[in-house]
């Protein structure tokens, strides 16, 4: 638009810039994550972003991790309309990646992937708990007890405890994806010694195992 102002005499002043003026009421539309994926897992603590979104009036895409407590702990900004970028995190943990598009006009648009998760290190702890039997125990019953606890800063996807026979073979594998493990192996009627041990394992198949027992 324009402005022209004209006295009776019809002289004229234009001397005003002609200004535009863009009307936007629609959000960039199309925001996508390539990578990373929704339960992606991996042991490097900088992270591949690739995003995509479309708008006429696209400004700029903004890149955002976000911890498991919701806070933001990286972010950067891209005025395109496809973006690949590096993002580091400082610690191991579970993600959440978000991609928002805003146009010249203020309007937005966001998507986001959930359960990132960065795990440097195998679980860092596999203890026997209270009633674990303890090597060289002799007991006069048909069952033994076996309680693990394991910690894993990333995620620990299970417990696996196995007992074996006195030749040492294998009778019994029993997984849990608790942190906690209590089992009670049942119907040992072969009299001898009976050997168990336990392994925690993380989401990028990371391990720590405890040390064999008898008992």
Do not use: K, W
Not at 56 to 64: F, G
Not at 114 to 133: A, L, M
Not at 192 to 202: E, L, P
């Amino acid at each position: 638009f324009n402005a022209t102002a004209t006295d009776y005499l019809n002289q004229q002043n234009s001397s005003i810039s002609t200004r535009s003026v863009t009307i936007d009421t629609t959000a960039p539309s199309a925001v996508a994550i390539v990578t990373p994926t929704a339960g992606f897992n991996t042991t490097n603590r900088t992270l591949t972003i690739n995003a995509t979104a479309t708008d006429t009036y696209l400004s700029y895409i903004n890149l955002a991790i976000y911890n498991s407590t919701g806070s933001i702990v990286n972010s950067t900004n891209a005025s395109s309309s496809a973006v690949n970028t590096l993002l580091t995190v400082g610690s191991d943990g579970t993600y959440t990646v978000n991609a928002t598009a805003y146009d010249y006009a203020g309007n937005t648009n966001t998507t986001g992937v959930g359960n990132v998760r960065i795990d440097t290190i195998g679980p860092s702890s596999i203890e026997y708990g209270t009633g674990t039997e303890t090597t060289g125990t002799n007991v006069s019953r048909t069952y033994l007890i076996v309680n693990v606890t394991a910690v894993d800063a990333g995620g620990l996807a299970n417990i696996t405890i196995r007992l074996f026979n006195s030749t040492q073979t294998l009778i019994n594998t029993s997984v849990s994806t608790s942190s906690s493990y209590y089992i009670n192996f049942s119907g040992l009627t072969t009299q001898g010694i009976y050997y168990f041990n336990s392994t925690a394992t993380d989401y990028l198949n990371q391990q720590n195992s405890s040390i064999s027992t008898s008992t």
